[in-house]
């Protein structure tokens, strides 16, 4: 499917607070990987991960990725249909890259282009 959810990130006030949390009332495998961000394997279908919130002061939330082709043109147009783009693309090195919009009702979510692997 074109345009799938394809990862959940947990943006935290309390990562400790929150690993203990999820990793108890779900099956999920919690594998800490360097630059201070944990995934979280869920087995079959989109995983995810969890960090310290980067936006101090921000509440902790829960932040979709939606999967590409051409993350500029994807970021353009959400701009164009009335998005604020709150971060635009960024690289996460062997990995991919992402951006953050808000739709115009207020509600957050990313893009992201995986890398050719």
Same mark, same amino acid.
């Given at each position: 499917?074109?345009? #799938?959810?394809?990862?959940?990130?947990?943006?935290?006030?309390?990562v400790?607070?929150?690993k203990?949390?999820?990793s $108890?009332?779900?099956d999920?495998?919690?594998?800490?990987?360097p630059?201070?961000?944990?995934m979280? $394997?869920?087995?079959?279908?989109?995983?995810?991960?969890?960090?310290?919130?980067?936006?101090? !002061? *921000?509440? #902790?939330?829960w932040?979709t990725?939606? #999967?590409?082709?051409?993350?500029?043109?994807?970021?353009k147009? *959400? $701009?164009e249909?009335g !998005?604020?783009?709150?971060?635009?693309?960024?690289?996460?090195p !062997?990995?991919?890259?992402f #951006?953050?919009?808000?739709d115009?009702?207020g509600?957050?979510? *990313?893009?992201w282009?995986? *890398?050719? $692997?």
């Open positions: 499917m074109a345009n #799938s959810f394809v990862h959940m990130e947990l943006n935290t006030t309390d400790a607070k929150a203990a949390f999820y $108890r009332l779900f999920w495998k919690l594998e800490d990987i630059g201070d961000y944990t979280i $394997r869920v087995g079959e279908g989109p995983g995810g991960g969890l960090m310290k919130h980067p936006v101090p !002061g *921000a509440p #902790s939330m932040l990725y939606v #999967s590409v082709d051409d993350l500029a043109a994807a970021t147009k *959400a $701009r249909l !998005g604020t783009v709150k971060k635009d693309a960024t690289e996460v !062997g990995y991919g890259w #951006s953050v919009i808000e115009p009702t509600a957050t979510f *990313a893009l282009k995986p *890398a050719k $692997r």
